[in-house]
């Protein structure tokens, strides 16, 4: 079985070493969920490696994982437990046991592009009017606007307030539009590999058509996927909070109006922990006019996940009483902020509603930086 | 030229390693038609006292002057068999060996082949052997005295031997005091000894040493010359007997080096995870000595409830570059664990561990009294830090629980690891000293030459070579000091015979020799512009010789004809 395992790892180009482990628990001792789940990473990897695990089918606990990657990042032996995870989810895909809102998820991707259940057609429907050009005129910056953001009421604000910052910046960019399909990123953390190839199949050569040599995308999710499991040729990969840092040291975005409040930042695993990108969020929060910007205890590489990644926005989890979100706006607010700034379409959601159920409503407010961006323009 | 040759040939049967794969009878029989040779014999183990014996009565009663051995790996027996020619009246440059075990019998199956292979190795040396010159075994004198780079206790101790050996020995240390890590110390593990009562005492005996002279916030310039004749060039100020004197710069004469330039401990600002920096209540192994010398464990002027361990910080550690275990910080965190609970016993006292390696002698028994002190062990590595209150929170899994806790804490010790000191380079560079894969000076063998490098008469002392606590680094810097007292007593050492030699009337004076040598050997010669090769510096490496456009640089023994004549006769 362990050598089994390994091998699938291998053949999914999961680069899960489980002969490196020395069962050191600095993997389960950082997992957001290990205290709040019956999720132990570390203990999964020794049953795998002594040849002990149970029946897959009854660890409803592997869906748990919200493969933020905190456990890969800090395993002192590179390790990448996470990946054991997404191994063992592989399997359970592959004989069908899966929650049923992961598989609805994964049909509507696979049907229409996104994971929403919504129609193809109307993926762009939230641009109409805004004069966004499509990609296929040839432009500078594909701007890649992602699945939540076209289609979720909430996101959908997010997006139209990109598409200002861009137009207001001079930038040349254009959409995909309907021929925009989901980035798969999750499809092959919850361990769907066979759907992922198709998307990769599909959109590689879709993305490289358009000759931008950016990529701007919306989601730290879309970006991580295009970035590291895409292998663009000729397209330089950026999430946008990387753009607009770049585009205000240039001097492209400039600001006229003022967003006079306290506001704190919460990194997105996808961009922080797994790409390190800590200082461009930031640098944008305190380019904007008026904002006074405060920090939590635990940010950057230290930062507590939202719970809405790896596939988790399609899963409730196993504990739906106690959330990391909940204790994340509480945090939030002590900071005395006003506005918890966010930079992910997910942790938009899940700290969203977070703040409704924790009711903190009338003292605090989820904005993504581009809104708060555009307020100030 | 060389005498017309006479040579013997002897196959080694070595037991049945060689003979059972390889006809040895077939490959003497077809040695004795060789052009030049005058006798071949087989023999079950040529090293043996009656195998030279056979070299030694053949060479003389039938005058020998080339002799080959066919048997293992020049390696293991050509000294014995050097030896063996010489005691015979041949010249011991005048022996060749061909390798029919490992490369040879070792690794074929087919007899046939084997011996065939045998026969075409056996050809080759034969070929060689008629063409090799007699050399000349040769010494130089060696200059008294050593150099010790680093004033640490490695440096000190080497330092001493040096001096009591009756040589003069010269301390070059970087900061302004000796006694490196050990000075900022506040007591030593196993005995709990405080450092207050034996380093002063230690320095004292330096500083006051006739034969020993101390250079402080001072540097290695340059080093020049070679095995028992250095040149090494100090940038410093020298104390004497009215303390400390202008900065400037000393030429210093030795026979000897010895490099004990210690390590640095780990930076733990390269773990985000713990908040090192953030965090008052985050603190090192090295703070915490400090802290432990001035009885001040308070935190924010309060008496810690709880003090939390956190082991392996910076080790063991494949994504830091780390790999390697600090073999220190278990017994420096059972110290300062244990010292913790006797100053404060009421204050909880846990340490985090991966696992426990308190190896040494009395280590063991001493992680016995951390426990039995009341600190409490406990297996995870830490994951995290983050705030809570005015307190801080480690966030661990308990492997043995199986549960990933929450642990508030008032002061969270992190044992950082040692590294190599950033200014390792500078050194390496100096000396040419290789260096390991995890940063330390490397050492020449692992086992069997700890405290010699690839530099012949520069040493390793310390933790410059590895980490190591105070008893293994005094034990290798003795060592040090020995193997630099051997050149320093005999007066002379030996050098090589086999080295590269110019002919001045092909040599076009490009360099190249100059730049491609890893040794510093050839130089170009100012007055006649051609380049010329310092014998005692060369290792006969041949790398100039293969770089050399003109072929005017050759290595002796190893020149191109006798190398061709080998190649020839296997090609035919
Ligand atoms: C927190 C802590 C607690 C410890 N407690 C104990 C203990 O209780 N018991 C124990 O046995 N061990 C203990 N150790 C280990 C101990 O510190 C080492 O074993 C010891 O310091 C090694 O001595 P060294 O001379 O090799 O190196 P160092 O102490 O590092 O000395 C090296 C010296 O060389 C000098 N130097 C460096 N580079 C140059 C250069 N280029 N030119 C000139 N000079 C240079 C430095 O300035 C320094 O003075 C502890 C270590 C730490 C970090
Ligand atoms: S952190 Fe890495 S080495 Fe440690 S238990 Fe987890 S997987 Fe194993
Ligand atoms: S990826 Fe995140 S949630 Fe999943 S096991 Fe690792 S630390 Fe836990
Ligand atoms: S000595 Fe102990 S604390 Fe230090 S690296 Fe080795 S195991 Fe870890
Ligand atoms: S490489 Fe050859 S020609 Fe050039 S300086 Fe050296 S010996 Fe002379
Ligand atoms: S043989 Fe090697 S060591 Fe000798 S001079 Fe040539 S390059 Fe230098």
Same mark, same amino acid.
């Given at each position: 079985m362990q050598a089994d395992i390994q091998e699938l790892a291998k053949e999914l180009g999961l680069g899960l070493d489980l002969l490196g482990c020395i069962q050191c628990g600095k993997c389960t001792g950082g997992c957001p969920v290990s205290i709040t789940t019956a999720l132990n990473v570390r203990f999964l990897v020794y049953e795998a490696l002594v040849d002990a695990l149970p029946d897959l089918g009854g660890m409803e606990e592997l869906w748990d994982c919200t493969c933020c990657f905190t456990c890969v990042e800090r395993c002192p032996k590179d390790v990448r437990p996470a990946e054991l995870i997404i191994s063992l989810r592989s399997q359970l895909v592959e004989s069908g046991k899966i929650p049923g809102t992961i598989g609805d998820a994964l049909m509507s991707i696979f049907r229409q592009g996104n994971p929403l259940g919504f129609a193809r057609e109307d993926r762009a429907a939230w641009a109409e009017g805004l004069g966004i050009k499509s990609a296929r005129e040839g432009c500078e910056v594909l701007w890649f606007v992602g699945c939540v953001p076209s289609y979720d009421m909430r996101s959908q604000a997010v997006a139209k307030a990109a598409a200002k910052v861009f137009q207001a910046a001079g930038v040349d960019f254009g959409i995909l539009g309907t021929e925009e399909t989901c980035c798969g990123n999750e499809v092959r953390r919850v361990g769907e590999m066979g759907l992922f190839e198709m998307l990769v199949e599909e959109g590689k050569p879709l993305l490289e058509s358009v000759g931008a040599p950016t990529m701007v995308t919306t989601s730290p999710h879309c970006f991580n996927t295009f970035k590291h499991e895409y292998n663009l040729e000729g397209m330089e990969v950026l999430h946008y909070t990387q753009f607009l840092a770049r585009l205000i040291e240039e001097g492209k975005l400039t600001f006229s109006g003022k967003v006079e409040r306290v506001v704190t930042y919460h990194d997105p695993c996808f961009l922080g922990k797994q790409n390190h990108v800590f200082d461009e969020p930031r640098a944008v929060l305190q380019a904007i006019p008026g904002v006074k910007f405060v920090e939590m205890d @635990?940010? @950057?590489? @230290?930062s507590l996940c939202c719970e809405g990644g790896g596939g988790r926005m399609w899963f409730e989890g196993t504990n739906t009483e106690e959330r990391l979100a909940f204790q994340r706006v509480h945090e939030a607010a002590e900071t005395g902020a006003e506005v918890l700034a966010v930079a992910c379409p997910f942790c938009m959601s899940m700290l969203e509603d977070a703040v409704k159920v924790q009711g903190l409503e009338d003292r605090l407010k989820v904005m993504d930086i581009l809104e708060l961006v555009a307020e100030a323009m | 030229m060389a005498s017309r040759p006479r040579i013997g040939v002897y196959i080694c049967h070595c037991g049945t390693n060689i003979a059972a794969t390889v006809d040895v009878e077939a490959v003497t029989e077809f040695a004795k038609n060789l052009p030049g040779v005058v006798i071949a014999r087989h023999y079950t183990y040529m090293c043996s006292e009656p195998g030279q014996a056979l070299i030694k009565e053949d060479a003389r009663k039938l005058g020998l002057n080339r002799v080959v051995v066919a048997s293992c790996s020049p390696r293991m027996h050509e000294p014995t068999f050097r030896a063996a020619s010489q005691e015979g009246g041949v010249n011991p440059y005048q022996f060749e060996m061909a390798n029919i075990r490992e490369q040879c019998s070792w690794v074929h199956h087919d007899r046939d082949e084997a011996t065939a292979k045998a026969k075409a190795l056996v050809v080759a040396a034969v070929a060689k052997a008629a063409r090799l010159e007699p050399l000349e075994d040769r010494e130089v004198g060696v200059t008294p005295g050593a150099v010790v780079i680093g004033g640490g206790v490695a440096g000190m101790v080497a330092a001493l031997d040096v001096a009591e050996a009756g040589f003069p020995a010269y301390i070059v240390e970087k900061s302004d005091h000796l006694g490196g890590h050990v000075a900022d110390l506040n007591r030593t593990f196993p +005995?709990?000894? *405080? !450092?207050a009562e034996w380093l002063p005492g230690l320095i004292e005996r330096v500083q006051s040493h006739p034969n020993i002279t101390v250079f402080l916030n001072a540097q290695v310039a340059r080093v020049e010359g070679y095995v028992g004749n250095f040149e090494v060039t100090v940038s410093g100020s020298k104390v004497s007997g009215s303390g400390l004197g202008e900065p400037g710069t000393h030429s210093l004469q030795v026979g000897a080096i010895i490099v004990a330039t210690g390590y640095k401990v780990f930076d733990p600002h390269r773990k985000p995870e713990f908040g090192y920096g953030l965090y008052p209540q985050v603190i090192t192994t090295l703070e915490m000595e400090r802290r432990l010398a001035e009885g001040d464990l308070a935190v924010d002027g309060k008496e810690p409830e709880h003090v939390v361990f956190i082991k392996c910080v910076g080790s063991r550690d494949k994504q830091l570059g780390n790999p390697y275990c600090s073999r220190v910080c278990c017994m420096i965190s059972a110290k300062q664990a244990q010292l913790v609970r006797q100053a404060l016993p009421d204050t909880r006292v846990t340490v985090f561990y991966i696992d426990v390696r308190t190896f040494g002698k009395r280590g063991e028994e001493f992680y016995d009294e951390a426990r039995r002190s009341g600190v409490r062990y406990r297996r995870g590595n830490v994951s995290e830090i983050y705030r809570r209150g005015d307190r801080v929170v480690v966030r661990v899994e308990d492997t043995f629980l199986r549960r990933t806790l929450e642990v508030e804490a008032d002061l969270v010790v992190l044992a950082v690891g040692m590294e190599a000191r950033q200014d390792t380079d500078e050194i390496a560079t100096l000396l040419k000293l290789p260096r390991s894969a995890d940063g330390f000076f490397l050492e020449?063998?692992?086992?069997?030459? *700890? !405290? +010699?490098?690839?530099? +012949?008469g520069v040493f390793l002392a310390g933790c410059c070579q590895g980490p190591k606590d105070i008893p293994d680094t005094i034990a290798q810097a003795r060592a040090a000091a020995a193997s630099a007292l051997i050149p320093l007593l005999r007066g002379t050492v030996p050098v090589i015979s086999e080295t590269a030699v110019v002919d001045p009337e092909l040599c076009a004076g490009c360099g190249m020799c100059v730049e491609v040598c890893p040794f510093g050997a050839p130089a170009l010669d100012p007055l006649w512009g051609v380049s010329r090769v310092n014998a005692v510096l060369c290792k006969g490496c041949g790398a100039c010789a293969v770089t050399c456009p003109s072929k005017a640089i050759q290595v002796r023994h190893f020149r191109p004809d006798q190398i061709l004549a080998q190649v020839d006769v296997l090609v035919e």
């Open positions: @635990r940010i @950057r590489e @230290r | +005995d709990l000894e *405080p !450092v020449a063998h692992p086992k069997l030459r *700890p !405290v +010699d490098t690839a530099m +012949d």
